[in-house]
């Protein structure tokens, strides 16, 4: 007898900056027994800088085309949970990628939850101008669009990382 194994396709948190990707995604690597990658982390390491690094020192143009090229070796592998960056998806060469490839999951907060969670964290380089909740929904607005196309939305309002880890095992469970 001939048995093929099927190989689930990798998983891919998308969302604000904020909305608990890189907590989420390791917290479900381990669930499922799949590697975890945070894209942020893997460019920092590259590059010896903090992202905020990277902004100040090369730009966002050199960040986001380190950031397409890595996220495109990534997604590649096999096994693996993978945090990307706030604004990776909106790239339409890395949502294309995956979008082909992967299980694309869109973590979706409100903003004024996502205003609590990133105001106090100086780290995020897009984040130091916004001075306000509202400036934070404008981006938000700019970006919901392009997130809305992911694979799945799941509401992260009101729910505890136990409860949105469980809700993603079982899409992934049912590819």
């Known amino acids: 007898m001939n048995f093929r194994l099927k190989l689930k396709k990798n998983l891919i948190l998308i969302g604000m900056m904020g909305a608990g990707k890189s907590t989420i995604g ?3 690597a381990k669930n499922l027994n799949l590697n975890f990658i945070d894209v942020d982390k893997i460019l920092e390491k590259k590059q010896s800088m903090t992202i905020q690094e990277i902004f100040a020192k090369k730009g966002e143009i050199f960040f ?13 592998m096999s096994n693996v949970v993978v945090a990307l960056g706030g604004g990776a998806f909106l790239n339409e060469k890395v949502r294309k ?3 082909k490839t992967c ?3 869109w973590l979706n907060l409100r903003t004024s939850e996502l205003y609590k969670r990133t105001i106090i964290n100086k780290k995020r380089p897009l984040l130091r101008n916004i001075k ?3 400036e934070l929904e404008k981006l938000y607005e ?3 669009k392009i997130y809305a196309l ?7 309002n009101y729910k505890d990382k136990n409860a949105i880890v469980k809700k993603i095992k079982i899409i992934y469970e049912s590819q």
Not at 71 to 76: L, P, Q
Not at 150 to 156: A, K, L
């Open 132 to 134: 306000n909740e509202k």
């Open 150 to 156: 992911s694979d799945h939305n799941i509401d992260c």
């Open 64 to 76: 986001r085309k380190i950031e397409e090229e890595e996220t495109k070796k990534i997604v590649k």
């Open 103 to 105: 299980v694309s999951i």
């Open 142 to 144: 700019e970006r919901r």
């Open 26 to 28: 390791a917290i479900l």
């Open 97 to 99: 990628i995956i979008k």
